[in-house]
C-alpha cells in the first residue's frame, strides 16, 4: 500500500497579510476611521438638529449624517476635514507663511530637537556615573525618580515665568533666545527626555553578566576598556529603546510648553488659536501634524539602530 504525501495547503491572503505588521496596523487604523466618523456624527447631530429646528427645514437621516461631517465649526472634525486643512496649510501654503504648518512645525521642532540631544546627553552622563559611583547612585536614582511625579502640565508655567526674566540674547530660527520661549521650551523638552535615557542606560549598562565581567578583569582591563567593550555594547539597544521614547517626548514637551508662554508661532500656538476662536478642524490638524512628526522622528531613530546594529556586526 502506498500512501501519498500530504500537500500543504497554501494560506489564506488574509492570513499572510495578517502575519505581518502591515495587516494588523491597517486593520487597527480602519477600525479607528470607523469609530471617528462615528463619534464625529454622534457628536455634532445634535448642533445640526437645532439648525434643523431653527430654520424649520425638514431632514432625514441621511442627510443629518452628511451635514454633520460638513460643519464650519464641529464639535469633532471629520478626519477628511482634518486632512482637507492639512492639504491647504501644509502644502496649499508658502513654507515662510504663519499660516503654514510648516512654519509652525519647525519651531516647534528647532525646541523640541535642541530638548533631545540635551536630554539624550545628559541621561547618559547621568548613567555612566550611577553605574561607576556608588555614591551616586545612592543619591542621585531617587531624586530621578521622584523627579517624574511631578506633572509637566505644573512644571511648564514655572519654567516658562521663571526664565522669562531672561534678557535676550541672539536670535534663532526667527525667536529670541530668553524672551521668546525658545530655551523653556528646550528645558521641558529636557526634562522630558532625561529621565528615560538615564533609567535605559543605567540597565543597560549593569546588562552584562558576572562571568563577562570577571573575564574583564582576568585580562586586567582598565575602567575604560571595560566600558568601551563591554558595557557600551551591551546598552546600544537600550539606548535606542530610550531615545525613541524621548525624541516622542520631545514634542510634547515643547508643544505643553508654548501653551502658557503666549507663543504666536508653533504647533502649541497653533492649537491655543483654535481654541480661542472654536476652530477645533485647526486645532485636529496641527495635533495631527504633531503626532505624524513624532511618528517620523521615532522612525529615524529606528534606522539609526538598523544601520549601528549592522555596523556592529549584529543583525540588521
Known amino acids: 500500500m502506498t500512501t501519498e504525501a500530504a500537500i500543504p495547503l497554501r494560506p489564506s491572503l488574509f492570513t499572510r497579510l495578517m502575519a505581518g505588521r502591515a495587516g494588523p496596523v491597517a486593520v487597527v487604523s480602519l477600525a479607528i476611521v470607523v469609530l471617528w466618523y462615528l463619534g464625529a456624527v454622534y457628536m455634532n447631530a445634535p448642533v445640526q438638529i437645532d439648525r434643523y429646528e431653527r430654520g424649520k427645514v425638514e431632514w432625514t437621516f441621511g442627510q443629518l449624517v452628511a451635514d454633520t461631517l460638513e460643519q464650519d465649526r464641529p464639535v469633532l472634525p471629520a478626519p ?168 516622542a517626548a520631545s514634542m510634547v514637551g515643547a508643544i505643553v510648553a508654548e501653551l502658557p508662554t503666549g507663543a504666536q508661532a508653533g504647533l502649541g500656538a497653533r492649537m491655543l488659536q483654535g481654541s480661542y476662536h472654536g476652530q477645533m478642524i485647526n486645532i485636529w490638524s496641527a495635533l495631527l501634524t504633531a503626532a505624524l512628526i513624532s511618528g517620523m522622528l521615532v522612525a529615524l531613530v529606528g534606522v539609526f539602530e538598523k544601520f549601528t546594529t549592522r555596523l556592529m556586526g549584529g543583525r540588521p
Open 80 to 247: 477628511h476635514q482634518i486632512l482637507v486643512e492639512m492639504d491647504k496649510t501644509i502644502l496649499g501654503k508658502k513654507i515662510t507663511s504663519r499660516r503654514s504648518l510648516v512654519y509652525h512645525a519647525w519651531i516647534t521642532l528647532s525646541s523640541a530637537l535642541a530638548g533631545f540631544l540635551t536630554g539624550a546627553v545628559l541621561g547618559i552622563v547621568l548613567a555612566v556615573g550611577i553605574v561607576h559611583k556608588r555614591t551616586l547612585d545612592k543619591s542621585l536614582m531617587p531624586w530621578i525618580i521622584a523627579s517624574q511625579t511631578i506633572p509637566i502640565l505644573a512644571i511648564a508655567p514655572m519654567v516658562v515665568v521663571v526664565l522669562g526674566t531672561i534678557q535676550p540674547i541672539t536670535e534663532f530660527n526667527d525667536q529670541v533666545i530668553g524672551n521668546s520661549g525658545f530655551v523653556q521650551k528646550a528645558l521641558v523638552s529636557t526634562y522630558l527626555c532625561f529621565f528615560p535615557v538615564t533609567i535605559g542606560m543605567v540597565k543597560g549598562f549593569r546588562s552584562p553578566d558576572i562571568l563577562s565581567l570577571d573575564l574583564m578583569r582576568t585580562y586586567s582591563a582598565s575602567r575604560w576598556q571595560t566600558f568601551r567593550m563591554l558595557r557600551w555594547p551591551a546598552a546600544l539597544p537600550f539606548l535606542f529603546t530610550s531615545l525613541k521614547i524621548s525624541i
